[in-house]
């Protein structure tokens, strides 16, 4: 064969080649555009799984006063409201709000809110848009901004210690507990079994960071709180790894941290543990 044609064949071979790879790479960048607008538009059946929570209650519990407040024309949000149970009538309580997981509703928190109030504390549990008896849908903004709404009905309460709120945030409650402490003031900060950021998870689920729409940046609020905090976490969370509660004290300028056994949705393994790290943070913290 001249070496004119064996030239030219073998051109022929290299653009064919580069043809070849460029309607792959085209074809991949396609199923990747698919997969991230997919994960875009299902992100909140993650990040808030109403449909897989036990239907709540009708209404609240005998000696458990329901709150409401209206987020949006129309639509309302609730919580309740748990007195202490040890304490005199007579002074003003100090108070604990408390945030819960994603896949919980203040209906199933009394029990684990309980040791707060027999430390004298008044809890007050609040429930997230869409959940449980509450109209509208759930997302970072409306939650945070309902949150607030609460935290100044408590606040303006006569029988309730404005200056010892506390905000008490569980799993994606943590966020909203962030999320609260970083626009109202508050004696003290909990995080349990939450996480630096939801958009941390994101390129797990094989995304950019920025396609999260509630990316709850607990990190961002932690490095600049300057009040009291604990954080708790249970160290065989397979859920929410330990490595972001040791994130979190690390990106926090003073706090407790208390790592203790327990998985994320049998935490903790020791209740006297758990209360235990409480009292100490309390104690240490005048509160």
């Known amino acids: ?142 939650i945070a901004a309902d949150a607030i709404r609460f935290y100044d009905a408590l606040a303006n309460r006569p029988e309730i210690d404005s200056g010892k709120i506390l905000i008490h945030g569980r799993s994606l409650g943590g966020g909203v507990a962030c999320q609260l402490a970083a626009a109202r003031p508050c004696a003290g900060l909990v995080l349990e079994s939450t996480f630096t950021s939801v958009a941390s998870f994101a390129w797990s689920m094989g995304v950019p960071p920025f396609l999260v729409k509630h990316p709850f940046r607990n990190d961002a609020v932690v490095s600049q709180f300057k009040r009291p905090l604990l954080i708790l976490h249970g160290d065989r969370d397979e859920i929410i790894s330990v490595k972001h509660g040791r994130k979190l004290k690390d990106l926090a300028g003073a706090s407790m941290y208390a790592e203790m056994g327990g998985d994320h949705n049998n935490f903790p393994d020791s209740w006297e543990d758990y209360w235990g790290a409480v009292d100490v943070f309390l104690r240490v913290n005048g509160l």
């Open 1 to 142: 064969m001249p070496a004119s044609e064996r030239t030219d064949s073998s051109s022929s071979g290299r653009s064919d080649g580069w043809r070849r790879t460029r309607r792959y790479a085209a074809f991949a960048a396609i199923i990747y555009a698919v997969w991230c607008i997919a994960v875009f538009s299902i992100q909140e059946k993650f990040i808030f799984p109403i449909g897989l929570i036990a239907p709540a209650s009708k209404q609240a519990p005998r000696g458990v006063e329901s709150i409401w407040v209206e987020s949006e024309p129309g639509v309302k949000v609730e919580a309740w409201l748990l007195p202490p149970t040890t304490g005199t009538r007579a002074e003003k309580a100090p108070a604990v709000i408390y945030c819960h997981g994603n896949a919980e509703l203040i209906d199933h928190c009394v029990e684990r809110v309980q040791g707060w109030r027999e430390r004298g504390f008044a809890v007050m549990l609040i429930e997230y848009r869409g959940y449980g008896r509450s109209g509208g849908r759930p997302g970072q903004a409306g």
